[in-house]
């Protein structure tokens, strides 16, 4: 049964649409430095792999760049403070955790975005319904290492061969992978379709209502 298991949840791309927020705060970040300002699409092929990275891919020569250390502290300014501006939840998702809450099922979301962030946006937009929030900080390995998964599922007392981990992303499969999870990936997010079949997707969601049933045929 669904309330036997535990969802654990990728947040960016998978909850939250976060693009246009990640951009502007990017592009807030570049221009501070007199560097070129990134695409929207640009942004969506770097995010995935924790804030060093996407400005480590953001910035010319990357971690290189004399201004690195620059960018990267510009970027986390901004965007605590710019984080709610154009970010929206996904089509459903306030409804689909709200049926898991009543169906007494152990909620997590796990992140490469800064734990602050995390908590802020999750109490922002998700107020009561999910328990457990988990981003990245110093003690542990992100993502598509396990440990957030694991901490995560260690605070919400539940074993891991209980767990399915939901991402739109090849790091969330990798992570699901790492972790020995259940997975299901989701098509609405920064990946498409055909990109998450490529890195090793199983079941793949194209809306909540069918992410809400593959969970509950996965737990039966």
């Known amino acids: 049964m669904l309330k036997n298991h535990a969802i654990i949840f990728d947040l960016d791309g998978t909850l939250l649409n976060t693009l246009d927020d990640l951009t502007a705060s990017v592009n807030a970040a570049m221009k501070s430095c007199g560097m070129p300002v990134r695409t929207k699409e640009e942004v969506r092929q770097f995010v995935g792999n924790g804030v060093m990275k996407l400005i480590e891919r953001c910035v010319p020569d990357g971690m290189d760049n004399p201004q690195f250390k620059k960018a990267y502290g510009a970027f986390r300014i ?97 992570t699901a992978h790492n972790a020995g999870t259940g997975l299901v990936s989701v098509s609405w997010g920064f990946k498409d379709k055909d990109f998450l079949i490529e890195h090793g997707a199983g079941a793949i969601a194209d809306n909540a209502d069918e992410l809400y049933r593959i969970l509950t045929e996965m737990t039966q």
């Open 78 to 174: 901004h965007y605590a403070s710019h984080c709610q501006q154009k970010t929206v939840p996904y089509d459903g998702i306030i409804q689909l955790l709200g049926k898991l809450r009543i169906a007494g099922v152990p909620v997590a979301v796990v992140s490469n975005k800064f734990d602050a962030a995390v908590k802020k946006l999750c109490d922002h937009y998700f107020a009561g319904l999910i328990p457990v929030v988990i981003g990245e900080r110093e003690g542990v390995n992100k993502k598509p290492a396990p440990d957030t998964v694991l901490t995560a599922l260690s605070e919400l007392h539940m074993p891991v061969e209980t767990a399915i981990y939901v991402g739109d992303s090849e790091v969330d499969i990798e």
